[in-house]
C-alpha cells in the first residue's frame, strides 16, 4: 500500500495551493482519507478529512479557506487550500485509517494516531 502527495510549493500569503494524494495498493471504499501537516518545531496536526461517503471536517484554523475532496474510482485525495497565510507553512501528510463503525462521527477521525497508511509529506510554504 502506497501513499503517494503532490503539489506542495512556494506561494506567497493570500495564494492557493491543491495539494493531491494517490494512494494504491488497495482499496480504500471502507477508509478515511486525511490530511495532516507538521509546521517546524511543532507536532503534526489534522487539516481535514473526508469519509467514502464524501462527509468532511476540518480543522478550525482552516475552515473556509480549505476543500478536501476524493474521487474514489481514482483513489485520489484532493486538498484545496486557498487564502493561505504564513501559519499554512509546513510538511502536508495524506493519511488513511479504516472507518471505526458507520455510525461514526467525523469527529472521531481526527487523531494522527489511528492512521496506519501514510505518504511521504509534502512541503507547502507561504511567504509573508
Known amino acids: 500500500v502506497q501513499l503517494q502527495a503532490s503539489g506542495g510549493g512556494l506561494v506567497q500569503a493570500g495564494g492557493s495551493l491543491r495539494l493531491s494524494c494517490a494512494a494504491t495498493g488497495r482499496t480504500f471504499s471502507s477508509y478515511v482519507l486525511g490530511w495532516f501537516r507538521q509546521a517546524p518545531g511543532k507536532e503534526r496536526e489534522f487539516v481535514a478529512a473526508v469519509s467514502f461517503r464524501g462527509n468532511t471536517i476540518y480543522a478550525d484554523s482552516v475552515k473556509g479557506r480549505f476543500q478536501i475532496s476524493r474521487d474514489n474510482a481514482k483513489n485520489i485525495v484532493n486538498l484545496q487550500m486557498d487564502i493561505l497565510n504564513p501559519d499554512d507553512t509546513g510538511v502536508y501528510f495524506c493519511?488513511?485509517?479504516?472507518?471505526?463503525?458507520?455510525?461514526?462521527?467525523?469527529?472521531?477521525?481526527?487523531?494522527?494516531?489511528?492512521?496506519?497508511?501514510w505518504g511521504q509529506g509534502t512541503l507547502v510554504t507561504v511567504s509573508s
Open positions: 493519511g488513511a485509517r479504516p472507518v471505526r463503525s458507520v455510525f461514526s462521527a467525523m469527529s472521531e477521525y481526527t487523531s494522527d494516531r489511528d492512521y496506519n497508511y
